[in-house]
């Protein structure tokens, strides 16, 4: 591989910023920035743009803006604070090519913190890794984005082209965040967003659908089970039909171009279990939240309308459901699979960064897991490229982001902003 005089100034600066950057990324990281929660972390970036000289558009989300534009997932938790933040640059000349640079704050819970080596949110480095809830997935990307553009300027240098760095929420759960960007009116001529993907070019990802189970039963005493019905063990009935519409979505997954490639592609799982009021009575009720992988291409209504008719069916099989049945309520994500087309500028230029950095091409990679790419190449056909770091245990204890692969991807994220958007002499 070949580095330019200009490359190298970037890459330099990146090793020269990295102390700064990681400090800044722990300091994120610490933020416990759970669904509901996320206004701290969205206080800093806010903050940190101010400072860079971005403008910065900071405003709260309105639902009834986005329920009827596509991709909209339902929301059922206190909203009433939730917040995008967008920080634009303007170039001087305005004659490079314009760029969305996204990543979101939003984290999964902890869970039990006493199953971690260290507590989730007081980030800690160890082993040449940033260990803490978010770190991976995906934190660290959102500030080594900034660092990245900060880089190019402690290089003598300014971008040419129209950068939005967008910081959203929601990304676990629905994707509104992303989506209220759109509504919002910001576009560009691409889009890159720097999830942990071990430093693979995602080419094609699944959508998502959310839903709950909400089973009712007939409450006696435990003593007398026999004459009543319970719900929990009703709902383990559905769940058992459930796993086999899986099974039927995956064998259809093998004619799929991209994921054929995968042994299970299509993931069902049921995530939340709630049921009953007391040990020695028949549960009366059982609500079960449950997520399922659907394929690019694939339609969410109609995927919907298989989920209904399973549980309909597992329901006429069961001796109480069959005069009771189940509820079926759309949880959060109702999104679409992402192919990633249209595209050969974009990659073309990140290609190049990739090979001053890593050497050689840009690997793929198939993902068994969603993005907020979708929302910009479904929606307004923006390409939308998706590239970042090595790291484990992302929704996992001990979740860690590799610190040396960090430093990789912000590189490459930097050269990829300076090849795409330009960059000129900073005057």
């Known amino acids: 591989m070949s580095v330019t005089d200009t490359q190298r100034r970037i890459l330099d600066a990146v090793d020269a910023g990295f102390d700064a950057q990681l400090a800044t990324t722990r300091d994120f990281v610490a933020i416990p920035s759970t669904r509901g929660a996320e206004g701290p972390c969205q206080d800093m ?5 101010r400072q860079r000289g971005y403008e910065v558009d900071d405003w709260h989300i309105n639902l009834d803006d986005l329920k009827d ?60 890794r940033l260990y803490g809830r978010g770190a991976c997935d995906m934190k660290s990307g959102t500030i080594g ?27 676990e759960s629905t994707g509104v965040g992303a989506l209220s960007t759109l509504q919002r009116g ?25 839903f709950r189970l909400r089973v009712r039963g007939y409450p006696v005493h435990v003593a007398t089970a026999g004459s009543g019905s319970n719900a929990i063990t009703a709902a383990y009935h559905l769940i058992a039909a459930l796993e086999k519409l899986e099974e039927e979505w ?49 339609s969410i209504a109609d995927h919907q ?24 309520e759309w949880s959060g994500f109702l999104s679409e699979g992402y192919e990633l087309t249209n595209s050969a500028e974009p990659e073309a230029a990140f290609g190049k960064a990739y090979d001053a950095v890593y050497g050689g091409a840009t690997p793929d ?58 960059v000129e002499p900073a005057q």
Not at 153 to 168: E, M, N, Y
Not at 305 to 327: G, K, M, T, W, Y
Not at 393 to 405: I, K
């Open 45 to 49: 970036i806010g903050d940190l743009l």
């Open 69 to 128: 534009l596509r991709g909209y997932g339902p929301i059922e938790h206190d909203f009433s604070k939730a917040r995008t933040v967008v920080g634009t640059y303007r170039p001087t000349n305005g004659s490079g090519r314009s760029l969305i640079l996204q990543g979101h704050c939003d984290v999964v819970p902890a869970g039990p913190i006493d199953m971690w080596e260290t507590p989730p949110f007081d980030p800690v480095v160890k082993n040449g």
């Open 145 to 171: 984005a900034l660092y990245a553009l900060d880089a190019i300027k402690a290089a003598g240098l300014r971008p040419t082209g129209r950068i939005h760095f967008q910081s959203v929420i929601e990304e």
């Open 186 to 210: 910001y576009r560009a001529d691409a889009c890159f967003i720097p999830e942990p993907t071990g430093a693979k070019m995602v080419r094609s990802q699944v959508g998502v659908i959310w």
């Open 250 to 298: 995956n064998r259809r997954a093998a004619s799929d171009p991209h994921f054929k490639t995968l042994a299970h592609p299509i993931n069902f799982n049921p995530g939340i279990i709630k049921g009953g009021d007391w040990a020695s009575s028949v549960p009366a009720w059982c609500d079960v939240d449950c997520r399922i992988a659907v394929l690019p291409g694939w």
């Open 305 to 328: 309308a298989e989920i209904l008719a399973c549980v309909a069916a597992a329901s006429r099989d069961h001796r109480f459901l069959s005069n009771n049945p189940p509820q079926v």
């Open 365 to 422: 990679l198939v993902f068994t897991a969603l993005t907020d790419t979708r929302f910009y190449g479904l929606n307004y056909d923006i390409p939308s490229l998706c590239f970042g770091a090595s790291g484990e245990a992302m929704h996992g204890f001990n979740e860690y982001v590799d610190l040396d692969s960090l430093r990789q991807s912000t590189k490459a994220t930097a050269l990829f902003i300076a090849e795409w958007c330009g």
